[in-house]
């Protein structure tokens, strides 16, 4: 079945460091979608990315989907310590029509002041 | 409006008791998914509804679990003679289909199963 990776599991930087995490599915998307999870909280959804080679800003993130609609990532730059939390990407399946996300891993990121 | 909503938000349960979780979706969501989210993973799909309808229940890890939305709004989560490895967060998400499939997690339910 369609399996999404995600690396790295975990990142600690320094505040005002950037940040990127990776992302790649076994099998084309129709779609990415991230979230981010903070400690004891629950996924909350960033933003989706639908065409190939798809960029899109939101402040200091920035998301792209790859050419090939298999790959994708994020990245935060100047980071701050309200970006803590873990961050994960979720694919659709290209012929699901149903909304069922296979979720990555997780990218867990720590901020140090 | 309000999100969604899960209850009970923690459980702790013997193994071999039977469990029973509560979604309430954002009113009007038509589609609704349960989640399971161990420690230090992502959330992994159980099943997923359409109104009352349940179109996908490939997730499901065993026929211990039990999913249901019987009128198309509130959705349970049966979970039949637990064992520890059951034991993690089960998220509920729902969406109203368009453009963003956007999902809205509700803030789960953390079962422990002693």
């Known amino acids: 079945g369609q399996q999404v990776m995600q690396i790295p599991q975990y990142q600690h930087v320094q505040e005002g460091e950037d940040f990127t995490t990776y992302c790649n599915s076994s099998?084309?998307?129709?779609?990415i979608q991230w979230y981010k999870q903070r400690p004891g909280g629950h996924p909350v959804f960033l933003i989706q990315?639908?065409?190939?080679?798809e960029v899109k800003k939101q402040k200091r993130l920035t998301f792209q989907f790859g050419e090939a609609k298999k790959n994708s990532s994020l990245h935060i730059t100047a980071t701050q310590t309200t970006d803590v939390g873990t961050y994960f990407c979720?694919?659709?399946?290209?012929?699901?029509?149903?909304?069922?996300?296979?979720f990555g891993q997780g990218t867990e990121l720590s901020v140090k002041p | 409006g309000a999100g969604v909503s899960q209850s009970p938000r923690y459980k702790v349960a013997k193994r071999g008791q039977d469990v029973a979780l509560r979604c309430d979706p954002i009113?009007?969501?038509?589609?609704l998914f349960w989640y399971q989210q161990a420690l230090g993973q992502g959330p992994e799909f159980l099943t997923y509804?359409?109104?009352?309808?349940?179109?996908?229940k490939s997730g499901l890890p065993s026929d211990r679990f039990f999913a249901e939305r019987p009128e198309g709004s509130v959705s349970t989560l049966k979970i039949q003679r637990t064992q520890q490895e059951d034991s993690a967060v089960y998220l509920c998400?729902?969406?109203?289909?368009?453009?963003?499939?956007?999902?809205?997690f509700g803030p789960g339910t953390r079962l422990t199963v002693t």
């Open positions: 998400a729902s969406i109203l289909p368009g453009q963003v499939n956007e999902q809205y």
């Open positions: 990315l639908v065409k190939s080679g």
């Open positions: 099998t084309t998307l129709s779609n």
């Open positions: 509804f359409q109104n009352e309808a349940q179109l996908d």
């Open positions: 009113s009007g969501h038509v589609s």
């Open positions: 979720a694919g659709m399946e290209i012929y699901n029509q149903g909304g069922k996300l296979i």
